[in-house]
Nanobody, 126 residues
Framework: QVQLVESGGGSVQAGGSLRLSCAAS????????MGWFRQAPGKEREFVAA???????????DSVKGRFTISRDNAKNTVNTVYLQMNSLKPEDTAVYYC????????????????WGQGTQVTVSS
């Protein structure tokens, strides 16, 4: 079982930056693909970014390319953590952001993720 806990959300003005973190516990994230998703009020949850265990595969939604960067810390003896650096934030980035993990794969489909965090709110004001 993998437990995921997001942090780093908050309120920021348009053009600002935030860095979200997702810490894993329960087991290491070896060979787990990690993704970030978001859900705005009244909308369905959507894919944001994903990265493979090795880092060789990375996906971004078109809406965040060039502004968001996903990275992960796989160092031994540390809490496995995934980050989402968000720059040049826009009001339309306002949403609850979730991290998720899937074993052995890295995809953009939320249906293929096995574990989810509780989410962290990001609010961008104009």
């Amino acid at each position: 079982q993998v437990q995921l806990v997001e942090s780093g959300g908050g309120s920021v003005q348009a053009g600002g930056s935030l860095r979200l973190s997702c810490a894993a516990s329960g087991r290491t994230l070896v060979r787990y693909g990690m993704g970030w998703f978001r859900q705005a009020p009244g909308k369905e949850r959507e894919f944001v970014a994903a990265k493979s265990w090795s880092g060789g595969i990375t996906y971004y939604a078109d809406s965040v390319k060039g502004r968001f960067t996903i990275s992960r810390d796989n160092a031994k003896n540390t809490v496995n953590t995934v980050y989402l650096q968000m720059n040049s934030l826009k009001p339309e980035d306002t949403a609850v952001y979730y991290c998720a993990a899937q074993r052995f794969r890295t995809t953009m489909s939320e249906l293929e993720y096995d574990y989810w965090g509780q989410g962290t709110q990001v609010t961008v004001s104009s």
